[in-house]
C-alpha cells in the first residue's frame, strides 16, 4: 500500500478499491443467502410432498407438475410485488397446504394434495368449512388459467358454490381436484372435490372463473407470463424464462 501522506490520490483510489469489494462481498453474500433461502424452501415443499396413495400422479405420464416462482422463490415473490404468503401454496406451516398441482391437458384437470394444517381447525378436530372451500377455490382459478391456456393470473374465480359432505380432521390429508366442464368466451365453469384414499368425497364444488380479465390497475411482465411446458420433466413453468432455466438445472 503507498504511503497515504505521500499520495492523496493513490488513498482516496485505495478507499474507493476497498468500498468497492465491500460491495461485492455484500452483493455476493445477498446472493449466497437468497439461495439458501431458495433451497431450504424447496425442502420445506418437498417435506409435505406428496403422499404414497399420490404418488402415481408424479409418474403419470399423462399429468404435467405445475411451477410458479411465487410459490418456490420466497425473495423474486416480495421483490415482485407480492405482500405476503400464499394461503395455500405457502408451505408446511400454512392452514391449507397443497405442495403441488399436476395437470392433465387431456382431461383439463388439475390434481394434487392438500394438507388441512392443525391451524385450519373449527370444531374440535375437524377443519373449517371455510378452510376446505379455499382449497377448492384455489384449484377452480388455476384449472382454468391452465386449461385457458393464458397463463397464470390472467383473471380469477368470481363462484365457489360448495356442498361440503363429511367433516374434515385438521391434520387429514385429501386429493384435491378441479375439472373444466365448459367454457363460454371469459367463463370456464369448474367442477372440483375433496375426496381420500378410499374415494370417499368430502366436499365437492360448482364453480365459475373468469380468465382474460385484467386483475391489476398498473400490469407489468408479471401479468404477461406464458405457461410454458417441459416435455422432459414433464414440468410447466410460469413463463419467466430465466426461472424455466434455472428451474431446469437445478432439477
Ligand atoms: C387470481 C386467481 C388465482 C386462483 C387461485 C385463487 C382463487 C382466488 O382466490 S381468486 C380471488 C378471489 N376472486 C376475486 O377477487 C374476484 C373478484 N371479481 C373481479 O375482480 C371481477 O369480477 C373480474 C375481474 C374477475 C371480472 O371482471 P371483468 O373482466 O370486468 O368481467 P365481466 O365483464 O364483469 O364479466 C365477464 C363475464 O363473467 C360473468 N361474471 C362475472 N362475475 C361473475 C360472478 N360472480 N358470477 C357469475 N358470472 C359472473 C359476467 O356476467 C360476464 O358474463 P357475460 O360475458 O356472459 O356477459
Same mark, same amino acid.
Given at each position: 500500500?503507498?504511503?497515504c501522506?505521500a499520495?492523496?490520490?493513490l ?14 462481498a455484500v452483493?455476493v453474500a445477498a ?11 424447496a ?5 409435505v410432498?406428496?403422499p404414497?396413495?399420490?404418488?402415481w400422479?408424479e409418474e403419470?405420464?399423462?399429468?404435467y407438475?405445475?411451477?410458479l ?9 416480495r421483490d415482485s410485488g ?5 394461503l395455500i401454496?405457502?408451505?408446511?406451516s400454512?392452514a391449507?397446504?397443497v405442495p403441488?398441482?399436476f395437470?392433465?391437458?387431456a382431461e383439463m ?6 394438507i388441512f394444517?392443525?391451524s385450519s ?16 377455490d384455489d384449484?377452480c382459478?388455476?384449472?382454468?388459467f ?5 397463463g397464470?393470473?390472467?383473471g380469477?374465480? #368470481? ?8 367433516p ?6 385429501l ?8 367454457q363460454?368466451g ?8 375433496l ?6 368425497v368430502?366436499? $365437492?364444488?360448482?364453480g365459475?372463473?373468469i #380468465?382474460?380479465?385484467?386483475?391489476q390497475l398498473e400490469e407489468s411482465?408479471l401479468?404477461?407470463r406464458?405457461?410454458?411446458y417441459?416435455?422432459?420433466?414433464? $414440468?410447466?413453468?410460469?413463463g419467466s424464462p430465466?426461472w424455466?432455466?434455472?428451474?431446469k438445472?437445478?432439477?
Open positions: 500500500m503507498p504511503s501522506s499520495s492523496p490520490w488513498h482516496r483510489c485505495a478507499i474507493a478499491g476497498t468500498a468497492a469489494a465491500s460491495a461485492v452483493l446472493r449466497a443467502v437468497a439461495r439458501r433461502r431458495h433451497r431450504h424452501r425442502a420445506a415443499l418437498a417435506a410432498s406428496v404414497p396413495w399420490l404418488k400422479l403419470s405420464p399423462f399429468h407438475k405445475v411451477r416462482r411465487e410459490w418456490e422463490d420466497e425473495d423474486w415473490r407480492w405482500q405476503g404468503s400464499d401454496h405457502g408451505g408446511s400454512s391449507i397446504c403441488c398441482y395437470y392433465s391437458p384437470a388439475l390434481k394434487g394434495p392438500v394444517g392443525r381447525e373449527s370444531h374440535r378436530g375437524f377443519c373449517h368449512g371455510g378452510a376446505m372451500t379455499s382449497a377448492l384449484v382459478g388455476h384449472v382454468a391452465l386449461a385457458a391456456g393464458r397464470p393470473w390472467c380469477a374465480t #368470481v363462484q365457489v358454490n360448495c356442498k361440503l359432505n363429511k374434515v380432521r385438521s391434520g387429514q390429508v386429493l384435491l381436484e378441479g375439472k373444466v366442464i365448459k363460454d371469459k367463463k370456464v365453469s369448474v367442477q372440483a372435490s375426496s381420500d384414499e378410499d374415494g370417499l368430502y366436499a $365437492t364444488m360448482e365459475l372463473s #380468465v382474460g380479465a385484467k386483475m411482465n401479468d404477461q406464458e405457461w410454458r417441459d416435455e422432459v420433466s414433464r $414440468t410447466i413453468f410460469d430465466s424455466h432455466l434455472e428451474s438445472q437445478r432439477g
